[in-house]
């Protein structure tokens, strides 16, 4: 299981602390592999992108509209976090229902 976020998220510190075998990856200093990115954007589409960040409000119209891939790429940290890889399935965000999928209390 890996486990894509922020070091310092606070949702991803409590993911982290639930999951404790969970091997994490600092999308700021590692980024996220190009093909995690595909799956989880044909998964999720634009629900992939954090839209409520300072990154994003950070960022020129222009820059806004380019294609979210591209935008992930570039920006690691406009991704909405934690992004979830385990047993072959992805999760997006720490919310009941991921918690509940992963067999979390």
């Known amino acids: 299981m890996r486990l894509y976020g922020l070091k310092n998220c606070d949702t991803c510190r409590k993911a ?5 075998n969970a091997e994490f990856v600092d999308v700021r200093g ?19 992108l954090n839209t409520r960040s300072t990154t994003w409000r950070g960022l020129d119209e222009y820059t806004r509209n380019r294609p979210v891939l591209e935008l992930l790429v570039d920006h690691p940290t406009l991704m909405k976090r934690p992004l979830i890889e385990a047993d072959g399935r992805m999760y997006l965000g720490w919310t009941p229902e991921t918690r509940q999928a992963l067999g979390v209390a």
């Open 30 to 48: 590692q980024g996220v592999p190009e093909n995690i990115l595909s799956e989880a954007y044909e998964a999720f589409g634009k629900a992939l």
């Open 16 to 20: 982290l602390k639930s999951l404790p």
